[in-house]
């Protein structure tokens, strides 16, 4: 085992999640020592990470993202290794862990330092800094996800737009700058017009509003209008995306902001032979998640990340995730440690 000495005497700072007995939750920035974290080949001094919804439905005591309380949240993180028993890593390394149970039931990336099974990291890729992976984190990488989808079926730039819905959320943004970035043309879909200035920055050609993809006449096939679409929000938005895509057309679906139901009939299916993919990024086998982390890092890769995030304190975390629960939040945001 290679080591840093003296580790395990260290405390660091975590955010830690409590249940009080009357059944309400509430958080602190805490000192915990190195012993009390989980099993582990690699212990990782954690440098960023990024907040997700699933962190802010962990923050508020969703007892099905988080089982049992105290916790500490966090599905993301970047960071140096300390520590590892496993030889394909070894201290110094720089490693991403995103998804598997990290945040979820697993002490996570809200803190410091973290320790991780060796089979959830992956290493650095070498053209993105520690802090251009946290800017992508899982919100990126399930982005990637619907985009490799994308590719898979044979969508390519001359086929036609490219509709994401969301887009001034973590995913949506992400979606829309690699698609632009990768010469796409790229409808982007979003209620907080704010956000337009920066969509356009990134190369979306077309911005329209959530009330543009949220048709009520019942019909169930729409003009078509785009050959694909990455879809954040579910309901009725993704009936109305469905209905609206061209003949042979795929639409990907990663979110259910708006509901997790899906009213649609067949029509899209066997008359225009749309296709839907589901994109979950959690428990992406290794194989695949090292594929998208070098089609992030190098056909995806888009210049200026930062202006899709901000950067903030573990002290600024709490009221972060507040606003990501009401649906305040804009863009990615970066906790560095």
Same mark, same amino acid.
């Given at each position: 085992?290679?080591?840093? @000495? ?6 660091? /700072?975590?955010?830690? $999640? ?10 602190? %920035?805490?000192? !915990? ?33 988080? /089982?049992?309380? @105290?916790?500490? @949240? ?20 720089? %490693? =991403?862990?995103?998804? #598997? ?11 410091? #330092? %973290?320790?991780?099974?060796?089979? *959830? ?6 053209? &993105? ?43 949506? $943004? ?9 010469? #796409? !043309? ?10 337009? @200035? ?17 048709d009520q006449s019942g019909r169930p096939l729409l003009p078509g209008r785009w050959v694909a679409a990455i879809d954040t929000v579910g309901g009725n938005t993704l009936s109305?995306? $469905? ?49 998208? *982390?070098?089609? $992030?890092?190098?056909? &995806? ?10 950067? %903030?304190?573990?002290?600024? =975390? ?20």
């Amino acid at each position: 085992m290679k080591t840093v @000495p003296d580790s395990n005497r260290q405390s660091f /700072r975590a955010l830690v $999640i409590e249940e009080a007995t009357s059944g309400e939750f509430s958080s602190s %920035i805490r000192q !915990r020592k190195i012993d009390d974290l989980p099993a582990g080949e690699l212990l990782v001094k954690v440098c960023f990470s990024g907040l997700n919804y699933k962190d802010a439905l962990s923050f508020s005591g969703n007892k099905g993202i988080t /089982r049992h309380y @105290p916790h500490t @949240p966090g599905i993301d993180a970047a960071g140096v290794v300390k520590e590892s028993s496993d030889p394909d890593f070894e201290a110094g390394d720089e %490693i =991403v862990v995103t998804g #598997y149970d990290l945040g979820m039931n697993t002490s996570g990336g809200l803190a410091e #330092y %973290i320790r991780v099974p060796s089979r *959830w990291a992956v290493h650095r890729p070498e053209s &993105l800094s520690l802090k251009e992976c946290m800017i992508i984190g899982t919100s990126g990488f399930t982005a990637a996800s619907a985009i490799l989808e994308m590719m898979n079926h044979g969508i390519r730039p001359e086929s036609g737009k490219v509709l994401v819905t969301g887009a001034s959320g973590a995913v949506g $943004i992400t979606a829309a700058a690699m698609l632009a970035n990768a010469g #796409y !043309r790229v409808i982007a879909s979003t209620g907080k017009t704010g956000a337009a @200035p920066l969509l356009k920055t990134l190369g979306v050609e077309e911005i329209i509003g959530r009330e543009d993809v949220n048709d009520q006449s019942g019909r169930p096939l729409l003009p078509g209008r785009w050959v694909a679409a990455i879809d954040t929000v579910g309901g009725n938005t993704l009936s109305t995306v $469905i209905r609206s895509t061209v003949e042979r057309g795929i639409v990907t679906n990663c979110g259910m902001v708006a509901s997790n139901n899906l009213d649609v009939s067949v029509f899209p299916f066997i008359l225009r032979a749309v296709r839907l993919v589901g994109i979950a990024s959690a428990e992406t086998p290794m194989a695949r998640r090292i594929e998208l *982390w070098n089609l $992030i890092a190098g056909k &995806l890769k888009f210049p200026d990340m930062e202006k899709i995030c901000r950067i %903030i304190s573990l002290e600024e =975390v709490p009221a972060a995730l507040d606003a990501m629960l009401k649906s305040a939040s804009t863009g990615k945001i970066l906790v560095s440690m």
